[in-house]
């Protein structure tokens, strides 16, 4: 049974009376299977009247207390995986092995900010004079909002939620309406746990609308989006004019550089899983491939093969490799990128055959000899079209890969640890993977350079978004 939406203020569950309500869509389907309430303004007033109260008093809990409840998130989230997964299946489309491995891999997030929430630790300073003492202390900037995707519903709230409120933060998040029964099942994850009321509150709404009023809130302190360049821009200039702190991850196009002295055909099964996971429809997937001369017939040999054992379908069908995409404007988006890279010469070395149905489904398709004014090696795709170009000289491909704005993901396979050192090093991006894949960890920073965003979510890194810094200097 498919999630019951609703908001969620001051620790209420409020359904649709008297509410607009938005439709939500099964992209494998095209079938309503949900209705979910928008705020009103008075909804939005509510909730930021409930997380300022609620700060007040979360702002002093116990990191221990803290600790203890995001443990028990941590429970619950592998607890119920199960039945999360299979609606955000049903909401966004991915395989349901996907959707499983989303939800349980966030435990994860959840238990290492509660090990990290209690070590937001201050420092004293030696001073210049016996009788004066002076020490830094962290402290919680206050309410927070968050913008979080519909393309990881689960994983981009619950790294926000657990951010903002390990570090002792009070939250109110507005997650994709196209795919809400993850925040759902989220805020009835964090109240089980024994979260106060109104630390946590989740409204839905129309994007522009909800995110103004809630910058321009003198109450919240803090913006938090996973999202687009353009949106993520224009957030971002708002609450710069009211002289709010922002943590901005937004999107990518992310270079593949494979030398001729990679492992080829185990780099180019790897890409072709990540390249094809969720439909292509992750930032941090690779999505411009650079392929040196001496291995590229090889390497596209190998690639193709490995996207042909995919198959596509709708995500609850077990034999189901590949979803749907989560738009019907994304089909249209990869249809025109493929005619655009065609007209440009580029050539088609694969295309898969997608179920005569309703879903919005595409062809995950690979594209050959891909001139780098064509639009897909512009412009993020977000699907799963793979475009492959050619390279030999190493400063060259350096300079076409950060040619964009773009500076988010990056991969590398080289057998050169010289290679990897000097390519790793002049590379534009926020994060760098060598030889594998191995970013978006609990431990790990996650985040980008130049458009792709400021600030980092994961890590140690994780709570700086969220803490402003106090010096003390006291005479005795």
């Known amino acids: 049974m498919y ?4 908001l969620y203020i001051d620790g209420k569950f409020i359904g649709p009376e008297g509410r607009q309500c938005r439709e939500v869509i099964n992209p494998a389907t095209g079938e309503v299977i949900g209705h979910l309430p928008l705020a009103t303004t008075k909804d939005l007033d509510l909730a930021i009247a409930a997380a300022d109260r609620a700060f007040k008093s979360w702002r002093k809990s116990s990191p221990l207390e803290r600790s203890r409840i995001l443990r028990r998130v941590a429970e619950l989230t592998r607890e119920r995986s199960e039945a999360i997964a299979r609606n955000i299946t049903q909401d966004m489309g ?10 349980v891999n966030c435990a994860e997030q959840a238990e290492w900010h509660a090990e990290e929430c209690r070590r937001i630790y201050g420092r004293v300073i030696p001073s210049r004079s016996p009788n004066v003492r002076q020490f830094v202390v962290r402290e919680p900037v206050g309410v927070c909002a968050a913008f979080t995707p519909w393309n990881f519903p689960y994983n981009q709230a619950l790294r926000k939620m657990v951010a903002a409120l390990g570090s002792g933060c009070t ?4 997650g994709a309406e196209d795919a809400p029964s993850a925040v759902i099942a989220l805020a009835r994850i964090f109240e089980d746990a024994g979260l106060p009321a109104g630390c946590l509150n989740i409204v839905w709404g129309e994007p522009a609308a909800v995110s103004h009023h809630l910058i321009t809130s003198p109450i919240v302190r803090k913006i938090s989006f996973t999202g687009s360049v353009p949106v993520g821009k224009q957030l971002a200039a708002l609450a710069g004019a009211h002289m709010k702190r922002v943590t901005m ?11 001729d002295d990679a492992e080829v055909d185990q780099a180019a099964l790897l890409l072709a899983g990540l390249k094809m996971r969720n439909a292509g429809q992750v930032c941090i997937a690779p999505s411009r491939f650079y392929v040196h001369n001496n291995v590229y017939d090889k390497f596209v040999a190998s690639f193709t093969n490995a996207i ?12 189901t490799t590949v979803g749907p995409l989560a738009h019907k404007r994304r089909v249209d988006a990869m249809s025109a990128m493929v005619g655009d890279a065609v007209k440009q010469g580029a050539e088609v070395a694969l295309e898969l055959d997608v179920p005569q149905t309703p879903g919005y489904f595409f062809s995950p398709t690979v594209l050959c000899n891909v001139p780098d004014k064509a639009q897909i090696m512009l412009d993020e795709p977000f699907g799963p079209v793979a475009p492959i170009a050619r390279f030999s000289d190493t400063n060259d491909v350096l300079q076409r890969a950060n ?3 773009y500076g988010l993901a990056s991969y590398v396979f080289t057998g050169s640890l010289k290679t990897a050192s000097y390519v790793s090093s002049n590379l534009e991006a926020g994060m760098v993977n060598i030889n594998h894949f191995g970013i978006a960890l609990a431990e790990t920073p996650l985040g980008g350079v130049k458009d792709s965003g400021m600030g980092s979510e994961g890590g140690i890194e994780t709570f700086d978004g969220y803490l402003t810094t106090k010096f003390v200097t006291e005479a005795s």
């Open 171 to 174: 939250l109110i998040l507005k």
């Open 3 to 6: 999630e019951a939406l609703s």
């Open 403 to 405: 040619s964009l704005p």
């Open 249 to 259: 991850e937004l999107g990518g196009h992310s270079p593949v550089l494979v030398f």
């Open 94 to 103: 991915k395989p349901l092995a996907e959707a499983r491995l989303e939800v």
């Open 308 to 319: 042909g054992q995919l198959r596509v379908g709708n995500g609850l069908d077990p034999l």
